[in-house]
């Protein structure tokens, strides 16, 4: 059930999202008007490629201090690093801990979006992540009765949060890998500021972020990859300051023994890949963390409830591709929304 055409011609493996002319090629010198200084960096964390460019006379300077934030932020929220917040929660035996407020930021926000999505947004699927081998790469196929076991620990509301402080049951571990980028970007965003930057784009693993526009006063154009053929992009958003973020079916996937092909994004209501007939589910908004939480509920929700969550709040805007080849997206895009792929594309409904 789970073979999938988006993952079967899915030539490259890697993120959902590039950058069509922000973070383009010529990182130097009067891009166009408005500033002539810009500086780019390429930093791998997090497991991840992340391109960071900035304008004005401060970019270099400000670039190293984002340089040097998304390192303490994977120090901390790492799951396998010893000394982080979430490999001590992890070996917490049901004790609490106390985490940094980072963590409990997403801490938080992951409790909200999960009772926001009836639990599809899981960070306690850890283990279940495990048993498939997404955390390590040894990927194998684990039995029905194995999944069924580790679901029993998987109750996101049993984790108690209160003040500094984190709770989880024994045998519970968690896993940040959902929104823990979106919340990087942010966190990137602010120190540029801080830095004296108000002109960026940032790409980590194809989740794209911007601060203010271009420096001639113009949008951003960011491109969005073709899930059944991610080297090459299906439609372009024209955004300003916004966070577009990107989870898909062929981001991180292996073919089993039995030819099926799976993917890293787990339903929790039976352990395996989300199949719920979306391939790829992009989120645009104001917040990178509320982006990311989202883009990887709203893949296991499927169409209908995904639609749904938007009607509900039409706080985002999102662009959904279902595994029968539509795109569909919210009528807030309709004005920097452009299909440049082969397959149709149209606006989701009001009701
Ligand atoms: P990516 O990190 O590939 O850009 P996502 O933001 O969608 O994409 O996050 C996927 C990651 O989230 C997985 O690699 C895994 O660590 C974790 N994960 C998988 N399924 C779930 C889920 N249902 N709820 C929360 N986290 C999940
Ligand atoms: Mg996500």
Redesign the pocket.
């Given at each position: 059930m789970l073979i999938n055409k988006a993952v079967r011609s899915a030539a490259v493996c890697c993120?959902g999202l590039i950058l069509l002319t922000g973070c383009g090629s010529g990182d130097s010198s009067s891009d166009s008007a408005g500033s002539d200084v810009s500086a780019a960096k390429d930093v791998f964390a997090m497991d991840t490629f992340m391109t960071l460019k900035a304008y004005g006379p401060d970019a270099e300077p400000a670039l190293d201090a984002a340089a040097d934030r998304i390192a303490e932020l994977e120090k901390t929220l790492s799951v396998t690093d010893k000394s982080s917040d979430i490999w001590r929660l992890n070996s917490s035996a049901g004790q609490p801990v106390e985490v940094s407020s980072d963590t409990m930021t997403i801490l938080q926000k992951a409790a909200e979006v999960y009772d926001k999505t009836g639990g599809?947004?899981?960070?306690c699927?850890y283990p279940v992540?495990r048993a498939w081998g997404?955390t390590t790469s040894e990927y194998r196929i684990p039995g029905d009765e194995e999944l069924r076991e580790l679901l029993e620990n998987t109750d996101c509301r049993k984790v108690v949060l209160d003040g500094m402080t984190a709770e989880l049951p024994s045998d519970y571990q968690v896993?940040l890998?959902?929104l823990a980028?979106g919340y990087t970007g942010d966190e990137i965003m602010e120190t540029l500021r801080e830095n004296g930057v108000d002109s960026a784009i940032i790409s980590l693993?194809?989740?794209v972020q911007s601060l203010g526009t271009k420096p001639d006063g113009s949008m951003w154009k960011v491109s969005v990859r073709d899930p059944f053929s991610p080297d090459t992009d299906m439609c372009v958003v024209e955004i300003g300051e916004k966070a577009v973020i990107t989870?898909g079916n062929y981001?991180?996937y292996f073919t089993g023994e039995d030819g099926n092909v799976y993917w890293?994004?787990?339903?929790?209501a039976d352990g395996y890949p989300?199949d719920n007939g979306l391939v790829s589910v992009t989120v645009i908004g104001d917040c990178g963390l509320d982006c990311?939480a989202l883009?990887?509920a709203l893949?296991?929700e499927g169409y209908p409830d995904a639609c749904e969550q938007w009607r509900k709040s039409r706080d985002f805007e999102m662009i959904l591709v279902t595994d029968d080849g539509k795109i569909y997206y919210t009528e807030g895009l309709s004005g920097s929304f452009t299909n440049i792929s082969s397959m149709p594309a149209e606006v989701i409904p009001d009701a």
């Open positions: 993120a599809a947004l899981n960070i699927l992540l997404f896993d890998g959902a980028k693993g194809g989740n989870s981001e991180r890293h994004i787990i339903d929790g989300a990311d883009s990887t893949f296991v």
